[in-house]
């Protein structure tokens, strides 16, 4: 079992929906959580960083942590073409230092 | 602010050979780590250095080596290529401020083995 799943899609939809992109986890230390863009043929964007459970609001995108369930979810509201990319989730090992685990990433296709 | 480099940008090598890869940090990280991208195994982490030591490592074979030098940047190594090799390596720096380090990254750099 990986330690963070994430459904790879794609996942395609109108421009003007609302995306929700989720993510398991199996390790319950984990403690930080990310969500990141990649663009085709581009290093990863950080979008969102989480720490306690409950929703973080930027813009257009709010990310959502449930530790008790170890699921985390990214809402993404009036969806653009722009925003066709693959989002991949992440978190950061216990034991200090930087070490990311990342989902497999989920390919988003906006249409507009 | 200039973000994370890395060169080469593409690269393609044959079985058998060795290749290095750069990577230069955004101003003031003193924090550098790897990963490998590809289609089946998706993002893997390879090695993190700090201060020109390695701090954490991931479960790659030892045929992945990497350092650091006193300017933070990095460079990874890979001998002896095996087609399974090929993906996209990908460098990403980080700086503690605000109660949390967030990781930057390159652009990434794409390696072909034939």
């Known amino acids: 079992q990986k330690e963070v799943e994430q459904d790879p899609g794609p996942l395609s939809v109108p421009e003007g929906a609302i995306v929700s992109l989720n993510c398991t986890y199996s390790?319950?230390?984990?403690?930080?959580f990310m969500w990141y863009r990649q663009y085709s043929r581009k290093g990863p964007e950080l979008l969102m960083y989480t720490y306690s459970s409950g929703n973080k609001e930027d813009g257009r995108f709010t990310a959502q942590v449930d530790k008790s369930s170890k699921y985390i979810s990214l809402f993404i509201r009036d969806s653009q073409p722009s925003d066709s990319a693959t989002y991949l989730c992440?978190?950061?090992?216990?034991?200090?230092?930087?070490?990311?685990?990342f989902g497999a990433g989920t390919i988003l296709r906006v249409k507009s | 602010k200039a973000g994370v480099t890395q060169t080469p940008r593409y690269l393609i090598k044959t079985r058998g050979q060795q290749v290095t890869l750069s990577c230069s940090p955004i101003?003031?990280?003193?924090?550098v780590s790897w990963y490998q991208q590809t289609p089946g195994q998706g993002l893997q982490f390879l090695f993190e250095y700090f201060s020109e030591t390695q701090r954490n490592k991931g479960n790659f074979p030892g045929r992945f080596s990497g350092r650091q030098f006193s300017n933070s940047r990095s460079e990874m190594n890979v001998s002896t290529l095996e087609l399974g090799d090929s993906a996209l390596y990908l460098c990403?720096?980080?700086?503690?401020?605000?109660?949390?380090?967030?990781?930057?990254f390159g652009p990434g750099t794409r390696l072909l083995v034939l």
């Open positions: 990403a720096s980080s700086l503690f401020t605000g109660g949390r380090e967030t990781q930057y």
């Open positions: 390790n319950s230390a984990f403690q930080y």
């Open positions: 101003s003031g990280h003193r924090s």
């Open positions: 992440a978190t950061n090992t216990p034991g200090g230092g930087n070490k990311l685990v």
